[in-house]
């Protein structure tokens, strides 16, 4: 049964190299780190496919360095979420896997989600309704990251949204296709800058957010290039911020925080990364009621007017 599921649902390990997606930029060093993260990812996705309860799953992925396990607990969560829509006996998996050994790595396990919504051609909207209210518009974000992972061609280059991605759902596309950029231009500040430039003007906000997102989380950049990335980026501080302050509440809840991520954060929201966190997770307990757009929008909304104005920078060289 083993072998049967890997044929089936198995992706090569070619799949996340540089060569084989034909990404751009990057040095010998930063498609290494890069390349090991998606290796990460692919880990946890297969270890899905030889145990798919919460408890023996989470062990294979301890095996996982803390600082890249979220990624694996990413792969994983796509996998499960696949295996839930294509069994109707039981769907279950994703659920209790959450609700378990996965609640620290909760966004990333949405971000997953998003990665099986793409690779599933069902309609969304009944997907999102699965999940928590506040977060399931993660999904949305993880199925952008996928596209421009797997498809940077068509949706990078030539700027394409599938068809059933509408509404709101649009704008965490494009966050999660800004994260995508940290890899497709292999961590490069100028080239990420060029290539939201080259999006309509409707779509960059969300596209910086995902690029601070994933600098922060994912790292790879020296101090010189997040400096460089923060200066590319001020017409769209709050956006990054916001980014980088949503990086910080994933490694913060999951009890690891790498060197790059403090740099990353000090550096693009101008407080330690535990206070971005305080400051993002203290949004989300004050979201308004009676307000009608989606709660995670509001959230959006209310990080970034924390790091709207130029604030106090507490990291120094």
Known sequence: MRTLKRTIFGISADEATFERRG?????????ERLE??????LFGYHSALEADDPEPLAALLG???PEDRGFAYEGASMMLAI??????WNQSRFSRFVAGPAAPYIYMAYAGFGWAMARLPFPLEPRLKLLDPALCW???????FHEGFFHWRAAVDRQAVPRRVRGYGRRAFDQGLGRSLWFVEGTEAGRIARTIESFPASRRADLWS??????????????????????????????VAQGSAFAAVARVSAGVVPAHSRLACEILTGCAVE???RAALAVRTTLPTDDPAPLY???RRGIQACFSAPQERKYSA
């Open 210 to 239: 995902g690029a601070g997102l994933a600098c922060t989380y994912a790292g790879g950049a020296d101090e010189a290039a997040l400096r460089e990335l923060a200066a590319l980026s001020a017409r769209y501080r709050a956006e």
């Open 83 to 88: 295996l839930d829509r294509i069994t109707p």
């Open 63 to 65: 095996s996982v360095a």
């Open 36 to 41: 090991r993260i998606g290796g990460c990812v």
């Open 138 to 144: 993660l999904a949305m974000d993880g199925y952008g």
């Open 297 to 299: 929008e509001l959230w």
């Open 23 to 31: 990404f751009r930029g990057g040095d010998a060093a930063v498609r």
């Open 275 to 277: 206070d971005a966190a």
